[in-house]
């Protein structure tokens, strides 16, 4: 009998166990496959796929670098989609991700996020820490990450970053940092929680399709493995 229970509490450790294990892996990272519909930006190790206000350079190991000027956009639009990239920032660097950005910059408005943008951050390990909302993954200035998930200076991070419909998530090293539903942001200026964002705009009502962005902040920012894959 003894030995039927241990059995038995085994047996419903070793599934408990299974069952947490499935859940990280479906939280974590996707695998990147070309038959599951997913498309690689930097196929051709050139800027084909891309805009910018400045100069940007890939190697031939398929590393996209800033040089200097402004940022740098995707030719298409997307609406509903999986990002997956890594990055590369300094101490201090700044940089971000710029989702369904629309229209895209020009010489004479550069600041693209001047009236509205929805940006994940990318913030160096020693960067500006204004707030939580500031941070490296944070939805910029609307909602921080819940975990810092950051590596060393000079070290590869991996974002996987979701956009459907109202629906933002964020993940960031392996761990699903930040969830956010736009249609919370129901008035200007103002996050869900009562706190002020800079945005003049109800975040509720930002374009659901656009353009995706890579932002030069005036530091050192590298990219690689740039993914994306459009959702139905």
Same mark, same amino acid.
Request: proline letters at 6%; glycine letters at 10%.
């Given at each position: 009998?003894?030995?039927?229970?241990?059995?038995?509490s085994?047996?419903?450790?070793?599934?408990?166990?299974?069952?947490?294990?499935?859940t990280?892996?479906?939280?974590?990272?996707?695998?990147?496959?070309?038959?599951?519909?997913?498309?690689?930006?930097?196929?051709?190790?050139?800027?084909s796929?891309?805009?910018? @206000?400045?100069?940007?350079?890939?190697?031939?190991?398929?590393?996209?670098?800033?040089?200097?000027?402004?940022?740098?956009?995707?030719?298409?639009?997307?609406?509903?989609?999986i990002?997956?990239?890594?990055?590369?920032?300094?101490?201090?660097?700044?940089?971000?991700?710029?989702?369904?950005v629309?229209?895209?910059?020009?010489?004479?408005?550069?600041?693209?996020?001047?009236d509205g943008?929805l940006?994940?951050?990318? @913030?160096?390990?020693?960067?500006?820490?204004?707030?939580?909302?500031?941070?490296?993954?944070? @939805?910029?200035?609307?909602?921080?990450?819940?975990?810092?998930?950051?590596?060393?200076?000079?070290?590869?991070?991996?974002?996987?970053?979701?956009?459907?419909?109202?629906?933002?998530t964020?993940?960031?090293?392996?761990?699903?940092?930040?969830?956010?539903?736009?249609?919370?942001?129901?008035?200007?200026?103002?996050?869900?929680?009562?706190?002020?964002?800079?945005?003049?705009?109800?975040?509720?009502?930002?374009?659901?399709?656009?353009?995706?962005?890579?932002?030069?902040?005036?530091?050192?920012?590298?990219?690689?493995?740039?993914?994306?894959?459009?959702?139905?």
């Amino acid at each position: 009998m003894k030995r039927s229970v241990a059995y038995l509490s085994v047996a419903i450790g070793l599934a408990l166990f299974g069952s947490v294990a499935s859940t990280a892996r479906a939280e974590g990272h996707p695998k990147i496959d070309p038959a599951d519909g997913w498309k690689s930006l930097l196929a051709d190790k050139d800027l084909s796929n891309w805009k910018s @206000l400045g100069k940007w350079t890939v190697d031939k190991n398929g590393v996209l670098s800033r040089v200097s000027g402004g940022d740098i956009w995707t030719a298409a639009e997307y609406g509903d989609f999986i990002l997956d990239l890594e990055f590369k920032v300094q101490p201090k660097g700044n940089s971000g991700v710029g989702l369904r950005v629309t229209p895209a910059p020009t010489k004479k408005k550069p600041h693209w996020y001047s009236d509205g943008a929805l940006e994940i951050q990318i @913030l160096g390990p020693e960067g500006h820490k204004v707030n939580e909302r500031n941070v490296c993954a944070a @939805l910029y200035d609307m909602i921080g990450p819940t975990k810092d998930m950051q590596k060393k200076p000079g070290e590869w991070n991996r974002f996987t970053i979701t956009a459907k419909g109202s629906k933002i998530t964020v993940v960031f090293n392996g761990e699903k940092v930040l969830e956010a539903d736009l249609d919370q942001w129901t008035e200007p200026a103002k996050n869900p929680d009562g706190t002020k964002n800079k945005y003049p705009m109800v975040m509720k009502d930002f374009p659901r399709k656009g353009h995706i962005l890579l932002q030069a902040h005036g530091h050192p920012i590298s990219f690689r493995n740039v993914y994306i894959k459009e959702l139905d």
